[in-house]
């Protein structure tokens, strides 16, 4: 008996392409993936970890196009190459899709004393909070009626809060002053750029109201601090989506 032995080799591939890859929405992204062995050539085929490939999907070999990319179409993608000798080679990028969303403040009275009023020559925490994608390309910065904050000894601003969600920056005022009154605004931005930034703006004075918003709109709020004990503020508000 004669065997003829064939020269047949399980597939291997490779990704032309960064992972993770961040990118802007509205971007095109292409996924390039390549064979480097396999006897008989494998076919490559593109999968999403969950759910289905995006409809608007282009595929042409092992080169997959998403045209317009959107935080929907985020995830992971794999290349799968087979052909049908030993196991399936695969190969993964995740796609990140930059944003920002969801602004939200809060007001925290002295914590060394156990009243909710905001009272003069006390401390007052405010608290910014947004939504971030990816999480470690945000910055804030702090505004006082238009004009740029610097951390000081009497103001002090934390960018990150380990004891609080991530997202958070907070505005710690010392020995509350009646010059303290006025437009306190958070800007949280994506320093890859590209997103529209989100404002929140805090009116303290002695009759305050607030608003929150950024630039698209998506969010509004209203709070009224009455005035309490000639200067202390009550610490009740209302957040409205519309």
């Known amino acids: 008996w004669l065997f003829e032995l064939s020269n047949v080799s399980s597939p291997s591939i490779k990704l032309l392409v960064d992972d993770p890859i961040v990118?802007?929405?509205?971007?095109?992204?292409?996924?390039?993936?390549?064979?480097?062995?396999?006897?008989?050539?494998?076919?490559?085929?593109?999968?999403?970890?969950?759910?289905?490939?995006?409809?608007?999907?282009?595929?042409?070999?092992?080169?997959?196009?998403?045209?317009?990319?959107?935080?929907?179409?985020?995830?992971?993608?794999?290349?799968?190459?087979?052909?049908?000798?030993?196991?399936?080679?695969?190969?993964?990028?995740?796609?990140?899709?930059?944003?920002?969303?969801?602004?939200?403040?809060w007001i925290t009275p002295d914590p060394y004393h156990k009243d909710d009023n905001i009272q003069i020559g006390r401390e007052v925490k405010i608290s910014c909070q947004v939504e971030a994608v990816p999480s470690e390309e945000l910055t804030f910065s702090w505004f006082k009626n238009g004009r740029p904050l610097r951390s000081s000894e009497r103001m002090v601003i934390t960018q990150t809060d380990p004891d609080v969600s991530p997202g958070t920056t907070n505005l710690d005022i010392i020995d509350l002053k009646f010059t303290d009154f006025g437009t306190y605004t958070c800007v949280a931005s994506l320093k890859g750029g590209g997103i529209s930034d989100i404002s929140i703006d805090v009116n303290i004075s002695s009759s305050t109201g607030s608003t929150i918003g950024d630039k698209r709109n998506i969010l509004s709020s209203s709070k009224t601090l009455p005035l309490e004990n000639r200067c202390g503020f009550s610490k009740e508000w209302k957040l409205h989506e519309v």
């Not at 494998?42 to 595929?59: A, I, M, N, Q």
């Not at 092992?62 to 990319?69: D, F, K, R, S, V």
Request: charged fraction near 15%; proline fraction near 7%.
């Open 23 to 105: 990118v802007n929405p509205g971007e095109a992204i292409t996924l390039v993936c390549v064979t480097t062995g396999g006897e008989p050539a494998p076919s490559l085929t593109w999968v999403r970890s969950f759910g289905t490939l995006p409809e608007k999907t282009v595929l042409n070999g092992g080169t997959l196009t998403i045209p317009a990319i959107t935080s929907d179409d985020a995830g992971t993608y794999s290349c799968i190459a087979n052909n049908n000798v030993g196991n399936p080679a695969k190969k993964s990028t995740n796609i990140i899709v930059r944003a920002l969303k969801k602004g939200r403040f």
